[in-house]
T-cell receptor
């Protein structure tokens, strides 16, 4: 059973370009969470999605950031018109979604975004 | 003040030593997680606790809900335990995790 997959593992973008980060949850998992880790800082919650629904996006910046988790395919975190301050490690986690609030989240390896 | 505080921030130990990392939080929670982040950056979930104590190999995690405090213990530490250990709490009735800033552990042979 493959773990949570994220790609790309490293992404370099110039200011103003778009960044697309992909997350494939573990098999059988229907809940996906995105977290951001800025350099020398702790992890911060961004968004929580279930298939085709955004459940909680209270940690997402209001502009330029969006997330989706379509019925088919991976979850996508999209950052438009990237700026240097977007440089960070972006982690995805997934959970099964059947045990309510007592579930373990399994983390992917992260995507390290560098904006030049 | 952060909702989740960890101590110490940095910890060095000799191989074989018993290690304790502490986590205090100020919000009502439904669960607390201990995570391990290796130098390469990957994150592994070690424990999820809502009460009492859990043990896995040389790792033990405890939580005191009344005191809003959790500890992670490593017995017979080994250089491969060197990593950042992160405490995260799940706010009550939400799925959102709030993270501590981590404890950087280095175990020397």
């Amino acid at each position: 059973n493959a773990g949570v997959m994220q790609n790309p593992r490293h992404l370099v973008r110039r200011r103003g370009q778009e960044a697309r980060l992909r997350c494939s949850p573990m098999k059988g998992h229907s809940h996906v969470y995105w977290y951001r880790q800025l350099p020398e800082e702790g992890l911060k919650f961004m968004v929580y999605l279930q298939k085709e629904n955004i459940i909680d996006e209270s940690g997402m910046p209001k502009e330029r950031f969006s997330a989706e988790f379509p019925k088919e395919g991976p979850s996508i975190l999209r950052i438009q018109q990237v700026v240097r301050g977007d440089s960070a490690a972006y982690f995805c986690a997934s959970s099964r979604g059947t045990s309510g609030l007592q579930e373990t989240q399994y983390f992917g390896p992260g995507t390290r975004l560098l904006v030049l | 003040k952060n909702e989740v505080e960890q101590s110490p921030q940095n910890l060095t130990a000799q191989e074989g030593e018993f290690i304790t990392i502490n986590c205090s939080y100020s919000v009502g929670i439904s669960a607390l997680h201990w995570l391990q982040q290796h130098p390469g950056g990957g994150i592994v979930s070690l424990f999820m606790l809502s009460s009492g104590k859990k043990k896995h190999g040389r790792l033990i995690a405890t939580i005191n809900i009344q005191e809003k405090h959790s500890s992670l213990h490593i017995t017979a530490s080994h250089p491969r335990d060197s990593a950042v250990y992160i405490c995260a709490v799940r706010w009550k009735n939400t799925d959102k995790l709030i993270f501590g800033t981590g404890t950087r552990l280095q175990v020397f042979p």
